[in-house]
């Protein structure tokens, strides 16, 4: 596609239901990375995905997220038994590649928002 | 470790001059700048690579001293457009898997009046 997309725009659930979000990258783009953004807070990094595999997962907040990739494309994001701090937008961006000397330039989708009830 | 960024917010009127600074405790492989408008996505503006590459925006400058891993971006002759919050992201100097880990300072709120 022509840039980076997510669905669904908005999700509203109630505390201890399970949600997913996803993101369709750029096409060709290696990389893929999910960021969250509290209300007129920074972005804060989540993982990062290098094909289907990450090797840095460092920023999830707790086991309860997880995120997986696959076909080199298509990523989820999964949130067990959300909590009302899990109100944020979710950011999806992608990179054509990451690695050293590149550029990593990271184009950024319209974000998920997500209210937990 | 979030970079600090500074001031927090500027005002300016159309035509004028800012200057936004980034400052990072972390040996640094690469700085970002984005800008973001209210409900929509961060825009990519400017990349500055340790070594001396950049890559952004022909209307956009920015400069990176590596000795005190301090970022600056140089906002000239500003215009209505460029209201928004701008925001750094730094990419440590760690090898390995670490290059594609943004870590974001807390944004500055630009604001450009007619």
């Known amino acids: 596609g022509a840039g980076v997309s997510q669905s669904p725009s908005n999700k509203v659930t109630e505390k201890g239901k399970d949600v997913e979000l996803r993101c369709d990258p750029i096409?060709?783009?290696?990389?893929l990375y999910w960021y969250r953004q509290s209300l007129g807070q920074g972005l804060e990094f989540l993982i990062y995905?290098?094909?289907?595999?990450?090797?840095?997962k460092s920023g999830l907040p707790s086991d309860r997220f997880s995120a997986e990739r696959t076909g080199g494309s298509v990523s989820t994001l999964t949130i067990q038994r959300t909590q009302q701090e899990d109100s944020a937008v979710y950011l999806c961006a992608s990179s054509l590649v990451s690695g050293p000397r590149s550029y990593n330039e990271q184009f950024f989708g319209p974000g998920t928002r997500l209210t937990v009830l | 470790q979030q970079p600090v960024q500074s001031p927090q917010a500027v005002i300016l009127r159309e035509g004028e001059d800012a200057v936004i600074n980034c400052s990072s405790s972390?040996?640094?492989?690469?700085v970002h700048w984005y800008r973001q408008k209210h409900g929509e996505a961060p825009v990519f503006l400017m990349i500055l690579l340790k070594g001396g590459e950049q890559k952004g925006h022909d209307k956009i400058s920015a400069s990176f001293n590596e000795k005190k891993q301090q970022s600056s971006l140089y906002l000239t002759a500003s215009q209505l457009s460029y209201s928004g919050t701008y925001f750094c992201g730094t990419v440590e100097n760690a090898g390995g898997t670490s290059y594609g880990k943004l870590t974001f300072g807390q944004g500055t709120i630009l604001t450009v009046h007619p």
């Open positions: 096409s060709g783009h290696t990389a």
């Open positions: 995905f290098q094909g289907n595999s990450a090797p840095d």
């Open positions: 972390k040996a640094l492989y690469s």
